[in-house]
């Protein structure tokens, strides 16, 4: 089985952020925030979802290029899976419960069920686009853009899907703010920002026309690891940076999306790729904590 | 293609590895009070715990995934400082009962351990590489499945697919609030079942080439995966049904190959009757089909742990021969009719094949077999 995979769709949903900014002749719709979310998606089945389930739906919605209020019906795809990356996708949900239970004088809402479980991402995306093969919610740290990544290629070259929609997607509400303060990592000027982006990916070999990437790796320190795969562009922390390589760091232009990370510098590869701004690209995510991937996107 | 399992291990209420399956086989289970968790208003107020002394741990998740890890790949003899080593490790709720306590105690956190790959490299010196998977009730199964299909594809010399989980009291909430009654204790398949009811757990197995290991446990023939992609918290046949298919499909093997089931028997209203139904109809109702047994009458239900425990148990009747009973399970139910449910007591049995399922939260489906390496 021909193991390159070629990624055939990508979309950036970052409220405040145009991607216009960073790779010209770029004019996408400007993203709607999560409570707006209704605008792109309709209205129906956002009852009790949480910000970062809605960015992620807006995310795929327009990765796979649908009108406003489309949808996908029938019955599930059972070649199409889900990969989700979010570690604090439901952590607000979680703590809201909690502290309802705590005070003792009253029942939690029963719609709050599904926020109870860390996948309801992953699950909510499957059930709105309609995928019937595997689908898998990464929570992994700062990691888990391109784990995810990494698990989509994996279910393609193992046979388990022909397609896999991966998408990341962080909130930044107040509670969510405070936990990432206490990261290692977390410093000033980088506060967590709400976001998200889907990429789709296919086995090259069969048909698909995109970008292509490469084996996703993983150190425990990117330093003097990364830089030799020559790439036009390099996607990550500034201190990688090497002497005639464009390096960008989005946590400047965006800020902190932590476990969506990965998958922003996807759709961001492959946006540079597409628009012939770059012949290649190579990414890096992660944290002195949680460890780090990177990937190249040509 | 076929992979090996070179060891495993658990951490459940009935004990460490050799003593939850000596005490499956005997049919005990270890039920308590809530304890810390419990809340005035939450329907539930019993629990498989890992019992502990002294006010609440943090962190107990971690914990004994540690230990699983540990052990695993002490019983596997690999090394990942020598070897390319991987972990997946399944869970429901991960550490989030940390960020309740956060919420509700005020207490202080360290983000980066909310995933499992502080708690895996701390045991296993070497091993980078560690992916935490928040896939619901089947989670650790689906760790099974990426583990065979990394190792199958030369991706890595050896994968530890684990899967560890502590309760939080907001699912315990949720399960409350669907549970009909504040169940007693769980029973799965029964007509009088009330509901499920969480157990802490953890598990880990160490997956293995095809000659990778000398004295293998078992051989991992395939694990079927599916979304329902139809509710994100009630269960769909179709869904299940795709799970198993495409298990028999990777194996190539027939329902008709399996002398076991170990069922994923919830013992709640809906789980229960639609997993019947689906062994009914793909194993056969006529008394003739496999033995079915289902361990969270046993263990309650352990969550991201639970599909790994089932694997745990399953090799231990591929070892000894005997199948333990489902603990709770007294008056099957109608869509049971025909099925060799393991009723009261453990019986002797040769089995080489077994299927073991793990069904969840947003209709993630994992169905594994597993065949003596022998």
């Known amino acids: 089985m021909n193991d390159a995979i070629a990624m055939s769709r990508w979309a950036l949903h970052i409220p405040g952020f145009d991607l216009a900014e960073l790779v010209s002749g770029l004019r996408p719709a400007p993203a709607v925030p999560p409570e707006r979310a209704r605008d792109l998606l309709g209205k129906r089945g956002l009852l009790a979802t949480e910000p970062a389930t809605r960015l992620a739906l807006c995310a795929v919605h327009r990765a796979l290029g649908l009108e406003p209020r489309e949808r996908p019906a029938g019955n599930p795809d059972p070649a199409s899976a889900v990969v989700a990356s979010s570690n604090f996708g439901n952590a607000r949900a979680v703590a809201s419960i909690a502290s309802t239970l705590q005070r003792g004088d009253e029942k939690v809402s029963a719609l709050q069920a599904p926020n109870a479980s860390s996948n309801v991402i992953a699950s909510t995306v499957a059930i709105w686009f309609r995928c019937g093969a595997p689908s898998l919610m990464v929570c992994s740290g700062a990691t888990g853009g391109l784990d995810a990544a990494a698990l989509a290629a994996l279910l393609l070259r193992a046979g388990r899907a022909d397609r896999v929609i991966v998408v990341g997607a962080e909130p930044d509400d107040d509670f969510a703010s405070r936990l990432n303060a206490l990261r290692p990592a977390a410093g000033p000027g980088r506060p967590l920002r709400a976001g998200s982006a889907a990429v789709v990916l296919e086995r090259a070999g069969d048909g698909a026309d995109g970008p292509c990437l490469g084996r996703v790796r993983s150190y425990a320190d990117p330093a003097g690891a990364v830089g030799h795969a020559r790439a036009d562009v390099l996607l990550g922390p500034d201190r990688l940076a090497a002497p005639g390589v464009r390096t960008i760091d989005l946590a400047h232009d965006v800020g902190d999306t932590f476990g969506a990370c990965g998958v922003i510098q996807l759709a961001v590869a492959a946006a540079f790729v597409a628009a012939g701004e770059a012949r290649s690209v190579e990414l890096t995510c992660g944290d002195e904590a949680d460890g780090w991937r990177t990937a190249v996107v040509s | ?374």
Request: aromatic share 2%; glycine share 10%; charged share 20%.
């Open chain 2, 1 to 374: 293609m076929t992979a090996l399992i070179a060891s495993s291990a658990v951490r459940t209420c009935l004990g460490g590895s050799e003593a939850t399956l000596t005490r499956l086989v005997r049919g005990e289970s270890q039920i308590s009070a809530l304890h810390h968790l419990r809340t005035p208003t939450m329907n539930v107020d019993r629990a498989y715990r890992i019992r502990e002394q002294g006010p609440e741990r943090s962190w107990r998740a971690s914990g004994w995934l540690g230990e699983c890890v540990k052990e695993a790949l002490a019983g596997a003899r690999v090394d990942p400082r020598r070897e390319r080593v991987a972990a997946i490790v399944g869970t429901g709720l991960g550490e989030m009962r940390e960020v309740e306590r956060a919420a509700v105690e005020g207490r202080a956190l360290q983000p980066e351990r909310l995933h499992f790959a502080e708690a895996v490299r701390e045991a296993a010196p070497g091993l980078e590489e560690v992916i935490t998977l928040s896939n619901a009730c089947s989670a650790s199964g689906h760790a099974l499945a990426l583990a065979q299909d990394l190792v199958e594809l030369g991706d890595a010399d050896a994968v530890v697919a684990a899967g560890a989980d502590s309760m939080t009291t907001s699912m315990l909430a949720m399960i409350g609030r669907v549970s009909p009654a504040s169940p007693d204790r769980v029973r799965p398949f029964d007509v009088d079942r009330q509901g499920t009811l969480l157990g802490d757990g953890a598990a880990a197995v160490v997956v293995l080439p095809e000659g990778g290991s000398e004295r293998p446990l078992a051989r991992l023939l395939a694990t079927g995966l599916s979304c329902d992609a139809h509710h994100v918290t009630a269960p769909h046949l179709d869904g299940l049904r795709r799970a198993l298919a495409g298990a028999y499909e990777r194996a190539g093997r027939r329902p008709a190959d399996v002398e076991l089931v170990i069922a994923h028997g919830t013992g709640t209203v809906l789980n229960d009757p639609m997993e019947a139904a689906l062994l009914a109809e793909s194993c056969g109702d006529t008394g003739n089909g496999p033995l079915v047994t289902a361990l969270k009458g046993a263990v309650g239900h352990t969550s991201g742990a639970a599909a790994l425990v089932n694997v745990h148990a399953a090799i231990g009747c591929l070892r000894d021969g005997v199948v333990p009973p489902v603990v709770g399970l007294e008056n099957p139910v109608a869509e049971a009719d025909g099925l060799r449910l393991v009723i009261q007591r453990a019986v002797r049995a040769r089995v080489r094949t077994v299927q073991v399922n793990a069904f969840g939260f947003g209709g993630v489906n994992a169905v594994s077999l597993l065949e003596a390496a022998g």
